[in-house]
């Protein structure tokens, strides 16, 4: 059961079962999620692209960090927002 209660202009609170969640703060948290998968994924993206065009950057070192940017990349589109989903509700 979800009561929403406006306490000031511009500014509400969703009453739930489990907490308080202010809906100011809840579109907060959605901004920073969406820009921390966004960043990470194009910063992510952007390791494995550079690594694999230069045939010069194929190094061991560099396929370590290539599979540690894929993993990460996984982590960041497919489990964050999952995590947002659990946070934010």
Do not use: E, Y
């Not at 609170?13 to 969406?34: H, S």
């Amino acid at each position: 059961m979800r009561v929403l209660a406006h306490i000031w202009p511009g500014i509400c609170i969703l009453l739930t079962q489990k907490c308080v969640v202010c809906c100011f703060d809840q579109t907060i948290l959605i901004t920073l999620f969406a820009l921390l998968i966004a960043f990470g994924a194009a910063g992510n993206s952007l390791v494995c692209f550079v690594v694999a065009r230069n045939a010069a950057m194929r190094t061991p070192r560099n396929i370590f960090i290539i599979n540690l940017a894929i993993s990460d990349l996984t982590l960041c589109l497919f489990t964050q927002p999952f995590n947002l989903l659990k946070v934010s509700d």
